[in-house]
């Protein structure tokens, strides 16, 4: 088995101390300490990596999702280089998808669904009634997207695509869903999958092929520290706390975190 060693974040989540007025301060908390990885078992996860249009185009859609300009960094700062060295590495790359049919007509979608084969019937969903309707009514208008938000987000993802920097190249598995990311991952031999992408304390936790998904289905799911960035509210926004908690989610219930230098560092050139 081809291996590599690399420094790993975890959260010591232990041992609440009584004698102090807040027992958790007590933990252990951040620590990072060299681990082992399979190059033979571990894939790098890219996920909805979306190209957004811009804010003049798409105000709405800018107003509701505060964390694009972030991820645009992201996309050109980080992505070039961390996509760069895992397709010279060998490493499988995934690239997990949706809110569109921007990707279905490229080879590694096509892959993922012949490997994946017929769709499991989705869960049985409970019947809807005037008040539960009212109140994701007011949901809607009230907490998120905002009624005059709506259009601008309709137009958008008629339009959305991959960002340049973050592009599937060749047949890389491309997944819309658990059922292919995981068929993707049984094919390569996959039981670790590294997550980038947005947002993460959302979509990488919980939608289709997200950590929560994969993880019920055996996988160790870790996430690469500044490959990503979160949902973020008006308390949290300036230190991106909500980044650090979901992080934090990641280290104590999922995997690992792992800077993306190091990350680099470690990889093989192998082509």
Same mark, same amino acid.
Request: aromatic share 12%; proline share 7%; hydrophobic share 40%.
């Given at each position: 088995?081809?291996?590599? $060693?690399?420094?790993? /974040?975890? *959260?010591?989540?232990?041992?609440?101390?009584?004698?102090? %007025?807040?027992?958790?301060?007590?933990? &252990? &908390?951040?620590?990072?300490?060299?681990?082992?990885? /399979?190059?033979?078992?571990?894939? #790098?996860? =890219?996920?909805?990596?979306?190209?957004?249009?811009? *804010?003049?185009?798409?105000? @709405?859609?800018?107003?509701?999702?505060?964390?694009?300009?972030?991820?645009?960094?992201?996309?050109?700062?980080? !992505?070039?280089?961390?996509?760069?060295?895992?397709?010279? /590495? &060998?490493?499988?790359?995934?690239?997990?998808?949706? @809110?569109?049919?921007?990707?279905?007509?490229?080879?590694?979608?096509?892959?993922?669904?012949?490997?994946?084969?017929?769709?499991?019937?989705?869960?049985?969903?409970?019947?809807? %009634?005037? #008040?539960?309707?009212?109140?994701?009514?007011?949901?809607?208008?009230? #907490? *998120?997207?905002?009624?005059?938000?709506?259009?601008?987000?309709?137009?958008?993802?008629?339009?959305?695509? !991959?960002?340049?920097?973050?592009?599937?190249?060749?047949?890389? @598995?491309?997944?819309?869903?658990?059922?292919?990311? !995981?068929?993707?991952?049984?094919?390569?031999?996959?039981?670790?999958?590294?997550? /980038?992408?947005?947002?993460?304390?959302?979509?990488?936790?919980?939608?289709?092929? @997200?950590?929560?998904?994969?993880? $019920? $289905?055996?996988?160790?799911?870790?996430?690469?520290?500044?490959?990503?960035?979160?949902?973020?509210?008006?308390?949290?926004? $300036?230190?991106?706390?909500?980044?650090? =908690?979901?992080?934090?989610? #990641?280290? =104590?219930? !999922?995997?690992?975190?792992?800077? =993306?230098?190091?990350?680099?560092?470690?990889?093989?050139?192998?082509?």
């Amino acid at each position: 088995m081809r291996t590599i $060693r690399l420094p790993a /974040s975890y *959260y010591q989540q232990f041992d609440a101390d009584y004698s102090r %007025d807040i027992p958790a301060e007590g933990y &252990g &908390g951040w620590q990072k300490e060299q681990i082992e990885l /399979s190059l033979d078992h571990t894939a #790098v996860v =890219v996920m909805h990596a979306w190209y957004w249009g811009t *804010y003049e185009e798409y105000p @709405g859609w800018w107003r509701t999702v505060e964390y694009i300009p972030r991820s645009y960094e992201i996309c050109q700062t980080v !992505f070039p280089r961390l996509l760069g060295a895992v397709r010279a /590495s &060998g490493l499988p790359l995934f690239h997990i998808v949706g @809110g569109g049919d921007y990707y279905k007509e490229l080879p590694g979608y096509h892959k993922a669904v012949e490997l994946a084969g017929p769709e499991p019937e989705p869960p049985e969903q409970a019947e809807s %009634d005037p #008040v539960i309707d009212e109140l994701r009514q007011l949901k809607a208008q009230r #907490v *998120y997207p905002g009624t005059h938000n709506q259009p601008d987000i309709q137009r958008g993802f008629q339009r959305i695509d !991959f960002p340049l920097e973050a592009r599937p190249v060749g047949d890389e @598995g491309i997944a819309e869903n658990a059922h292919q990311l !995981f068929a993707l991952c049984r094919q390569a031999g996959v039981n670790h999958l590294i997550y /980038s992408g947005f947002a993460i304390n959302w979509c990488l936790l919980m939608s289709p092929g @997200g950590m929560l998904d994969m993880q $019920r $289905r055996g996988l160790m799911c870790s996430a690469l520290r500044q490959a990503t960035t979160a949902v973020e509210n008006k308390e949290t926004a $300036r230190q991106q706390l909500a980044k650090q =908690v979901a992080l934090w989610r #990641v280290a =104590v219930h !999922f995997g690992f975190v792992f800077d =993306v230098d190091d990350f680099i560092a470690a990889l093989p050139r192998d082509s």
